[in-house]
């Protein structure tokens, strides 16, 4: 069984409503991530679940109900089974989430629904060919800070270019994917995330607690063992825990300015690495 605690939200109940102001105003303008994210998808059969009305913590649903009505800046891609999107609050420079459209599973509790071994195995593909994305948006914003890309970017500059490029950086190394101990909103969701917390919308402890601590379950942990602890997320105190640094694994207390700080630093030393 699950705990129910109001008080277990990784995200505030303005942005629970959608009242907090987006971080990029929604147009039908690609950018290049979009550009690179989305999949051509085949023409959707008509829904008549499309014109529902979703509020609150039923918010992702309008997404899973009619994604091609959204702009490619918030819909990456769609399929019959799957919707990504740009996280409408990230709390890391590029966030997604994975929606699963199966009805049969996206109202479930993510223990629940992942419990089922198929369906998991389904998720974690999906996980993975995200995961290889974001990395490549990585790489495109951050690989000429990185030491490691330095060769690789010299190579893409040469004239006639080489046959291959060197390795440069292993990006998918700097993603991480997981849900949730207790979700705010109601779909099934799963988030896919760069490890630097870089953020503007990051602002409360429970934004930063809510990735940085077992919170966070991981994917690849399924399926959970019945004794698992991160079941009880509001007995064990995730939330409310001192900061603890994404990167170096220092204490940070529970000063949030230091914290920020701190992360601002951290993205700096991590994107030259």
Known sequence: MQEAHSNQDAITED?????????????????????LMTVKPKKPK????AYQTFDGRDGLGAYIANPASFPPSRVISHSEKWVVINDLYPKSSIHLLLLPRDASKSSLHPFEALGDVAFLNEVKAEVQKLKVLVASELRRRYGKFSAQDQARERAMDEEPPPKSLPRGRDWTKEVIA???AHPSMNHLHIHILS?????????HRKHYNSFATPFLVDVEDFPLART???????REGYLDRQYKCWRCGNMLGKKFTQLKKHLQEEFEEWRKE
Do not use: C, M, W
């Open 15 to 35: 942005e629970i409503a959608g009242r907090a102001a987006p971080l990029q105003p929604a147009t039908s303008k690609r950018d290049a991530f979009s550009e």
């Open 46 to 49: 008509p829904n008549p679940v």
């Open 178 to 180: 997981g849900v949730h």
């Open 195 to 203: 490890v630097d917390r870089h953020s503007e919308y990051l602002k």
């Open 228 to 234: 698992d602890v991160r079941r009880h997320p509001g």
